[in-house]
């Protein structure tokens, strides 16, 4: 008779795509020394990105380990994630969104590009509280370069790098400040920091909402393509999980 045996739990290298699962290919490879763990689950500091990476496939060991590492009520942030969480999990938020590679972008340098770092977080995230273009916390200048233009001596445009799976890395916090819209700022901080990429052998690639249409028109037009439509998720933990014996138990840290 055979056998029905459990899956291995495994923390083997994916056969996917370094693409297909990116906050863990990035806590796995370069960004490593940012990965807090408990079992396979992997996550960046709560102050540098909210991201939170599972195996390709999690189990229910695995979701176990998340309400574990987060704590009960707290809030899980998924990008481009395929599976669901269990159904006793609230979705707060769910979006469709895009994930677009570098087909034939046109990178160079910018010479009103300065360079941004802590001590210019401040500034960082003033602009981001303006414009809204995604997660960026005080530490997330830590994941890779970040650009800015200023003008007279304000912060008025930046971008940078977040992800880093081996071989890639994505661009992101693109934002503009409303008083300088419709200068191309965002294109040639882009175009910049792809730039940075590439010198180091590297690919761009980015992330963006589908519904963000705009945006998505403008990668485009420099040379990014779509590689696969994903989803941003973020789930809140019970404050209570179901035990062995199909008992409720309160999620522990």
């Known amino acids: 008779m055979t056998q029905n045996h459990p899956r291995p739990r495994t923390d083997a290298p994916s056969p996917l795509h370094p693409l297909d699962n990116p906050a863990r290919s990035s806590l796995t490879g370069p960004h490593a020394h940012f990965a807090e763990r408990r079992g396979r689950i992997l996550r960046y500091p709560a102050d540098v990105t909210p991201w939170l990476a599972l195996p390709d496939v999690p189990d229910a060991q695995d979701w176990a380990d998340v309400a574990a590492l987060v704590g009960p009520g707290g809030s899980v942030a998924l990008a481009a994630f395929q599976e669901s969480p269990p159904q006793d999990w609230e979705i707060a938020f769910r979006a469709e969104g895009v994930q677009l590679v570098d087909a034939s972008v046109d990178a160079a340098p910018d010479p009103e590009a300065v360079p941004l770092g802590p001590r210019d977080v401040p500034e960082m995230l003033d602009l981001v509280a303006r414009t809204r273009p995604g997660p960026f916390l005080p530490r997330?200048?830590?994941?890779?370069?970040?650009?800015?233009?200023?003008?007279?001596?304000?912060?008025?445009?930046?971008?940078?790098?977040?992800?880093?799976?081996?071989g890639w890395t994505e661009i992101s916090g693109v934002c503009t400040d409303e008083s300088v819209r419709g200068q191309g700022l965002a294109s040639r901080l882009v175009?910049?920091?792809?730039?940075?990429?590439?010198?180091?052998?590297?690919?761009?690639?980015?992330?963006?909402?589908a519904s963000n249409t705009g945006a998505v028109r403008l990668y485009e037009s420099l040379g990014f393509r779509l590689r696969r439509r994903t989803e941003f998720l973020s789930a809140i933990v019970p404050a209570t999980l179901p035990s062995a014996d199909g008992t409720r138990r309160p999620s522990l840290r």
Do not use: D, W
């Open 140 to 166: 997330t200048v830590e994941l890779g370069t970040y650009l800015g233009i200023r003008r007279g001596g304000a912060l008025v445009a930046m971008a940078g790098e977040r992800l880093h799976p081996p």
């Open 191 to 209: 175009l910049a920091v792809a730039h940075g990429i590439r010198e180091r052998g590297e690919t761009p690639f980015l992330h963006a909402s």
